[in-house]
């Protein structure tokens, strides 16, 4: 063992130049210093204690920095036994916990051998499992707990977070390692689970349902929210006694909740808030909009089965009227009085509506029997029109019998006496019924 070492040596040949960049030394006096550190660099023996360090230097160098002999002193012992062993000690622990590390990877191919051959060094794997597992099993059950049996939007909150803390245990555990159950981990942890594929299989299918209808229920809790605010604001414009269009408006709006509130889905949480809350807002309606809300809307009922109606008169005064015509009047004269049914016999405007409705349907029944007769009239002429043709295509008409020409003739004039007037083909049938007396003469 050299009696100074290379880092000590180093440290002193640093001070003693530091020394003579700052003049407290000559050249020669700097020489001679190192020298003998160099000489005891090269002896081998005892390593040199601080006194000698001091006695070599301090005769040449009287201010040489009594720290820095220190240091050097320190840095030239050697290292103690207990030292090396702990050093020792905490490398073998690194590359033990590196190698359990290593076999606890989830990699089927080293888990495998290991489990035959030395299971003990699983026992991390066993640990975090048996976590996972008691923490998926628990979470599912609470996430089942607050999500199907909700009672404010605060319990889906945290069903939420519980379903993700679930998902993200069973995620932790290791799929190609169901079905085995490590017995000398469960024999001193009491561990009372067994991985199974089903059971796997169950939780990961509760979980996957659960998202499903935590995702429902997220939609129909914006929806209720939303008309919720709707309807507050609609509730202020009517309280104010506002008048003209924001009126108007709010009671739309009024109507348009009552109407989401009654579609949301029962199987929510906020299908089934808004079932409570529906009854009390159309009671409200009532209370604050009442008479004139009905009035109004009857009103809009009224105005537009009118317009209908009048669009239907309009079309009626053309003569003669194609099928398609007559059925698209028909078509409004229904669309009349169907918004004239939509008024309550409660109303005050039953009455009114009644009457109209009356003679909406004279009407619609008369353009029935217009199209009925359109009908009919274009079947005789289309039969007429064929028969004339059969007897047109005769090849010699003065061989055939003229009794049986007659004969065809009357037939042709009675299916053209079955057409109509006032219909598309009356015309055309007028025409063919004078030809076909000129013929019989």
């Known amino acids: 063992m050299k009696r100074l070492n290379d880092r000590a040596f180093h440290i002193l040949q640093t001070e003693v130049r530091r020394c003579l960049d700052v003049n407290e030394i000559g050249q020669v006096q700097l020489e001679l210093a190192l020298r003998r550190l160099e000489k005891l660099r090269l002896q081998s023996g005892t390593p040199v204690t601080e006194a000698e360090l001091r006695e070599t230097i301090v005769d040449l160098i009287p201010k040489f920095d009594p720290k820095v002999l220190r240091q050097a002193a320190k840095a030239n012992c050697p290292p103690s036994s207990l030292w090396l062993g702990l050093k020792l000690g905490a490398i073998a622990i690194v590359v033990g916990a590196g190698g359990i590390w290593l076999v606890n990877r989830p990699i089927p191919w080293i ?27 628990a979470l599912v059950e609470q996430s089942d707990q607050l ?46 689970w067994r991985f199974t594929i089903d059971e796997f299989k169950s939780a990961r299918q509760e979980i996957a349902r659960m998202d499903a209808k935590l995702f429902q229920e997220k939609n129909a809790q914006t929806r209720f929210e939303q008309t919720e605010q709707a309807l507050g604001e609609a509730i202020r414009v009517i309280r104010d006694n506002e008048i003209g269009e924001n009126r108007t408006a709010a009671i739309a709006d009024w109507r348009s909740a009552i109407d989401t509130l009654s579609q949301l889905p029962d199987s929510t949480l906020a299908g089934r808030l808004a079932r409570n809350k529906l009854s009390a807002t159309e009671r409200d309606f009532q209370s604050l909009v009442g008479f004139q809300a009905n009035s109004d809307r009857n009103g809009r009922l009224i105005e537009v089965a009118e317009i209908s109606a009048n669009a239907a008169k309009q079309q009626t005064k053309k003569e003669p009227m194609s099928l398609i015509e007559l059925e698209q009047v028909q078509e409004a004269w229904k669309t009349a009085i169907a918004k004239l049914e939509r008024i309550q016999d409660t109303d005050s405007d039953s009455v009114e509506a009644g009457q109209r409705i009356i003679a909406y349907k004279t009407n619609l029944n008369a353009i029935g029997v217009r199209i009925q007769h359109e009908k009919d009239s274009i079947g005789a002429y289309e039969t007429a029109e064929r028969m004339s043709e059969r007897l047109a295509s005769t090849a010699n008409p003065k061989m055939v019998d003229r009794s049986y020409v007659l004969g065809q003739y009357r037939a042709i004039l009675n299916q053209l006496g079955k057409v109509k007037p006032n219909t598309t083909v009356y015309t055309k049938a007028e025409e063919m019924r004078i030809s076909a007396e000129k013929r019989m003469q």
């Not at 519980?162 to 079905?179: E, I, S």
Request: aromatic share 14%.
């Open 111 to 137: 888990r495998y051998p290991v489990m035959q051959v030395a299971p003990f060094l699983l026992t991390p794997s066993y640990m975090a499992m048996d976590h996972d597992y008691r923490g998926a099993i």
């Open 147 to 192: 999500v199907n049996e909700a009672t404010a939007f605060e319990d889906l909150d945290l069903g939420t977070q519980k379903v993700r803390a679930a998902q993200k245990h069973l995620d932790q555990l290791p799929a190609w390692f169901l079905g085995h159950y490590p017995e000398d981990y469960c024999r001193w942890a009491m561990c009372r």
